[in-house]
């Protein structure tokens, strides 16, 4: 007698092309789905330490820091650093590979403050017993989060470049030997959908373009930089970037691919890549400012998004300072 095997799900098929890391702040999210990476960001920490089940880990560093002969605003950034990295212990825990930690926002234009708080952060996490292999330091693709990535590559310090929305970042990023790179689908699909009210779909939609254009890119001059696609609004955008090196998706996207057994094919393939026809990008200084500040969507994502992250790194704040009272 014949037993039937049973269709894999869509998340099954494209863990066979791709990294799939859970884009999340949820340990049981990740347990559920079984990522081998995880990211967390400043707005997703946030959300985490407002529920109860996380509250332990915001009552543990306060508690740690107690007798501590910091004060003021130097006690509130110790104290988010000790959050991030007892997040980022537990998630360690779940995920067999990497989790990304997020430099604060407010750095973004400031390389020597970046490398500093990189430093301190894997510093961190090799007290606590966890290797710096294991974490990747995110950092805003700023012309100046850049410069400071490159610094902190050559340290062994590994950086998930994010925030990043044009080819030129991203070829900016590859040059300067940077570990990872997290494109923003959705919310480059976002800024088009809302400035010509297209709904786009498949292969279509620019975010999922934007994505393919710089994995391209990458194959062809050998950079070894990973992508990452990130930020996804609908499992169209995942399907079609099926064979990227990572993606990370949201639990919500991660149950549809789990919940589905349709067929699902790569959709980016290295070799293939290698033998188009593609000019190189000249990315100094200059040209990289300029080439960012000429594509409009690039230029207001990359800004909103840091805005955004800064202002839930001030309300994690004003929580530390309400439980450190």
């Known amino acids: 007698m014949s037993t039937a095997t049973a269709t894999p799900s869509q998340l099954d098929q494209l863990k066979k092309f791709t990294i799939v890391v859970a884009d999340t702040g949820d340990f049981e999210a990740m347990k559920q789905f079984k990522p081998q990476d995880a990211t967390t960001n400043p707005s997703l920490i946030l959300q985490a330490s407002q529920k109860p089940e996380y509250r332990p880990l915001v009552d543990q560093a306060v508690a740690e820091h107690r007798h501590s002969p910091l004060a003021g605003d130097t006690l509130v950034e110790s104290v988010i650093d000790r959050i991030l990295i007892l997040f980022g212990q537990e998630i360690l ?3 067999p590979g990497r989790v990304s930690t997020e430099v604060d926002a407010r750095l973004s234009f400031d390389a020597e403050a970046t490398i500093a708080k990189a430093r301190k952060l894997i510093a961190d996490y090799a007290a606590a017993g966890t290797p710096k292999e294991r974490v990747l330091i995110k ?4 012309w100046e989060g850049i410069q400071a990535a490159k610094v902190l590559q050559k340290e062994g310090i590994n950086c998930n470049l994010t925030l990043l ?3 030129v970042q991203a070829v900016a990023c590859a040059e300067g030997g940077i570990k990872l790179i997290s494109p923003f689908v959705g919310r480059i699909y976002d800024w088009y959908k809302k400035s ?3 709904e786009y779909t498949g292969a279509d939609d620019p975010g999922v373009q934007s994505v393919r254009t710089v994995y391209n890119y990458y194959k062809k001059f050998g950079h070894s930089t990973e992508v990452m696609g990130a930020s ?3 499992t169209s955008q995942i399907i079609e970037l099926a064979g990227c090196d990572l993606l990370t998706i949201s639990p919500g996207l991660l149950e549809k691919l789990a919940a589905s057994s349709e067929p699902l094919t790569r959709k980016l393939d290295a070799e293939a ?3 188009l026809e593609i000019e190189r990008v000249p990315c100094d200084e200059k040209s990289f400012r300029y080439r ?3 594509d409009a969507m690039a230029t207001e994502k990359t800004a909103e998004g840091i805005r955004a992250f800064a202002q839930d790194i001030i ?5 530390v300072r309400a439980a450190l009272a």
């Not at 950092?139 to 700023?142: E, L, Q």
């Not at 309300?315 to 929580?319: A, F």
Request: net charge positive; proline share 0%; charged share 20%.
């Open 232 to 234: 996804f609004r609908n």
């Open 196 to 198: 010509t009210g297209i």
């Open 273 to 275: 890549a290698r033998t």
């Open 315 to 319: 309300k994690l704040e004003g929580l």
């Open 165 to 167: 929305f044009s080819l």
């Open 93 to 95: 825990k779940i995920v």
């Open 292 to 294: 960012l500040n000429d």
């Open 139 to 142: 950092i805003a693709s700023t």
